[in-house]
């Protein structure tokens, strides 16, 4: 399994529809199992025709069988195409995208691409690419460095509200090389690096888990007095059944379980920072 894979992906597969927006992963091959999401702005849309909250479309493989995953609600299909009850005019945007052949169509269902927005120093991607092709700006916190001189679309800088959307952006990280931040409304909690639910996360009954590198200093400021409905990660699929509590869980136990994590994820996290380092 590689760690980050660097070519343009030919399908993708659909994670976390809600009524605020959808995401997806490009490349469910990697162990860092890269997310985006298109959230919509006034959050009120996007709402598939099923209602459901959480999952993926229910596509169909090749034998005829659902490929969504019944425990985790993941369309496991590499493909969009879900019925939504949404307009071209409702306002979108895409955070930490990583791009894949098929992608503006499911933007498309919730709406047109308003911006992209960054949230961590090492979620580049293709944010450049996704923007220019959408003609709008990259979005970036004003306290983000280093980012900007690697785009060619226009930058816009923000703090506090992005635009109308009702996110708030919330500084994870200000240090020298790492700067994280993530952005919520009051019941969606969009992060990017620190907390996430690909497996080199997790130990032992996590659902989701404090990055590898950060498990002795957990962001627990940052993420205080937080009750989040649903937690959008940047690394794996998203948490919607009790989310508030996983958040809790993963921020009070980060500490003690650094020893389990170390051991069971301790060589592939290595692997993945190389890759996120070098490529």
């Known amino acids: 399994m590689p760690a980050k894979v660097t070519s343009r992906a030919s399908e993708y597969r659909v994670i976390d529809r809600f009524p605020g927006g959808v995401g997806w992963i490009a490349h469910p091959e990697e162990t860092m199992q890269r997310a985006s999401h298109a959230l919509v702005a006034d959050g009120t849309s996007g709402t598939t025709a099923a209602g459901n909250d959480g999952g993926g479309d229910a596509g169909s493989g090749a034998d005829g069988e659902s490929d969504v995953d019944a425990e985790s609600g993941v369309d496991e299909s590499g493909a969009g195409g879900g019925e939504t009850e949404v307009g071209a005019d409702r306002a979108v945007w895409v955070v930490d995208p990583v791009d894949a052949a098929g992608i503006d169509e499911l933007i498309a269902e919730y709406g047109t691409v308003a911006g992209v ?71 969606t909690l969009v992060a990017s690096d620190s907390v996430g639910t690909a497996p080199v996360w997790l130990t032992g009954a996590e659902r989701l888990g404090v990055l590898l590198l950060v498990r ?34 993963a921020l009070a136990g980060s500490r003690r379980r650094f020893p389990r994590a170390l051991v069971e994820n301790g060589r592939a996290e290595a692997r993945s920072v190389l890759a996120a380092l070098c490529t």
Do not use: K, N
């Open 117 to 187: 927005v960054v949230l961590s120093s090492y979620h580049r991607r293709d944010a450049d690419a996704l923007a220019r092709r959408h003609g709008v700006a990259v979005h970036l916190p004003r306290d983000m460095r280093g980012v900007a001189a690697e785009l060619h679309a226009p930058v816009e800088r923000f703090d506090g509200a992005l635009a109308d959307t009702g996110y708030e952006l919330l500084a994870v990280s200000t240090r020298p090389g790492w700067q994280e931040f993530a952005l919520y409304d009051g019941t």
């Open 216 to 249: 002795p200093f957990p962001p627990r400021a940052a993420f205080a007095g937080l009750e989040p409905d649903r937690i959008l990660v940047g690394h794996g699929a998203g948490v919607f059944e009790d989310a508030a509590g996983a958040l809790a869980d």
